[in-house]
């Protein structure tokens, strides 16, 4: 039985070890994925325009692409009913998606920095700045609830595109989905670390910039407000 210090996960090194190790992520599902990468890429294009639609399909989501993205220069949109797929602003942000499915199938699992480079999307996700182009600059908070299903619609959209591919034989289809579904779990996990407090690991959740964090604090305040009416309910009834 292995021994694990739960304090230990909160160290992106040791909870990539154990990741890897618990669902059992190997040099074979790395290769699998590196094989994939012809035809990974050829999909790409289909998989972005599927992701986008579905994002601006909903106001929830869609409201996430009205304020102007780091990095972007051109005319930013005023309200949800301007975005759409050809939308500048748009383009831009695919650009981003396109580069992270590519790394899905080129990425050196053996390096710590291909980690780092997961775990900074999520960071970059909750407000905070995960990548050094974006600090001081306005934060992007997207809540957990749409990242995990964007990342399950990711899959969905892989797994139909690869299972109906003619090129690949049945070895090769199940090689290549058994990989990629158990690196997008990961990526889960290091969306899920900078959101969900882990009472084991001692996490520390990423704080988002100004505006929500004010908004935290007075969630805060509020709370400690009506501790303190409790207990001050408390010391009079059982002075009495």
Do not use: C
């Amino acid at each position: 039985m292995q021994s694990i210090d739960p304090k230990s996960l909160s160290i992106l090194q040791t909870r990539i070890a154990y990741l890897k190790s618990f669902i059992h992520f190997t040099q074979a599902d790395a290769a699998a994925l590196h094989a994939a990468r012809p035809v990974v890429e050829a999909l790409i294009p289909g998989i972005i325009d599927a992701v986008y639609k579905k994002l601006l399909s909903y106001d929830i989501t869609a409201k996430a692409f009205v304020p102007r993205q780091t990095g972007y220069d051109g005319v930013a949109p005023t309200k949800i009913e301007e975005l759409n797929l050809e939308h500048p602003m748009v383009k831009f942000r695919m650009g981003f998606l396109k580069g992270y499915l590519k790394k899905l199938v080129v990425a050196d699992y053996d390096d710590l920095g291909t980690w780092e480079y997961f775990d900074k999307v999520g960071i970059m996700h909750t407000g905070a700045a995960g990548f050094a182009h974006r600090a001081k600059k306005p934060g992007l908070r997207v809540e957990y609830i749409h990242m995990g299903l964007l990342l399950g619609y990711v899959v969905d959209l892989v797994i139909a595109a690869v299972l109906a591919h003619p090129d690949l034989d049945n070895e090769t289809r199940s090689a290549v989905l058994r990989a990629l579904n158990k690196v997008i779990w990961i990526q889960n996990d290091l969306f899920a670390r900078h959101y969900v407090v882990d009472l084991d690991t001692g996490n520390s959740i990423a704080a988002p910039n100004q505006g929500l964090w004010e908004g935290w604090a007075k969630h805060i305040m509020v709370g400690a407000v009506v501790a303190a009416g409790i207990l001050g309910v408390q010391t009079i009834l059982q002075a009495s």
